[in-house]
């Protein structure tokens, strides 16, 4: 078991824990000094030692810290961290366990530490062993019961894959035919800009220059400090403080720079759409496809852009539509059947399988 703490990093001062004698009630005697009650001679507890208000601190001059308490098995007697045997029976200390370390309590500058309050802190023990121990034993009987629902679960899930992705084959008829064509078209635009200056783009114009604010900086703004107070185990425990640099917001200022560019920008594309009876044809969009037009409102062409589809009907009567290359659109006719898998649960056409019959 290992109850080593960190080292105190920084300054730090070491003071007595406080504990009460649980065998004739003598209050606030001194952890590493009175290691037996002086009223009475019973045994020190180390687990009824807890931090003294700050009025009731008593400092240890020249403390080394080795290590927390080592209780004796065999007398319950405390012994210093590197002893090898118990002081008060001899018995030999190898395996025996260590005072508690490690549990501390702090607060913001300023602010005044009282003394901690031990019977909370032990019904708050107990009641966390409590829980602990209730936890094991209902994770125990739980086990089964969760293994259970996780199966279940798990086959649930399968079940919902499986439902969404089963597919059956069904016959379809092609019983109509669509096509659409389109002919993307992009126009020259006037669009406003921002940018620190000299980052503007190269064609930018109608500039004007601002002075204003750019961005934020963060700077040092102090320090926020909390003391920190914790148990080494030995009986004492180290108080010491903790700072962090404060930082605040400024603003930046600079020269920004509005301007006006000259861009291309997307509008609604020309479309075109029919079915067998009409000659799949491009829109006519009325642009010069020779010009090297780049004033404010030249239009030009982008992407052209064309999808076959046709309109199946199962023999169910379920209606379907799939798109397909236009090569098996222009040779497909009214009545031409076809084999597709269908989504059994959302009755969804799987069109990549889509084949001739």
Partial sequence: MDNS?????????TYEMLWDCKFCGSKKLLGK?????????????PSWRYFPADNEKVAVQDHVYVGADIICKACQALNGAKCEYCGNCGAALSDAAHAQAGASRIHDEGQAFAAEDLKQRQLADRAAHFAATQSGTASQKQGSKLKF???GIIAVIGLIIFAFTRTQTTTVTTTDFKWERSVGIEVMQAISGKAECGHQPGDAYNISQHYEQIGTRQ??????????????GDGTFREQQQCHTKYRSEPVMGDMCRY????????NPMVTSGNKATTPYWPSTGISQGSSCFALGC??????NERYYLVLNA?????YECTVAHDVWDRSEIGSRFSIKIGSLLKTPKCDTLAAK
């Fill in 299 to 304: 239009k030009r062409e982008t992407q052209h």
């Fill in 149 to 151: 629902i996780a199966l």
């Fill in 315 to 319: 023999d169910d009567g379920h209606p």
């Fill in 219 to 232: 700077v040092p703004d102090g320090e926020s400090c909390q003391t920190i107070q914790v148990n080494q």
């Fill in 33 to 45: 000094t009175h290691r037996f009650c002086p009223n009475c001679g019973g045994q020190q507890d």
């Fill in 260 to 267: 006006i560019v000259n861009r291309w920008m997307g509008i």
């Fill in 5 to 13: 703490i960190e080292s105190p990093s920084g300054d730090s001062k």
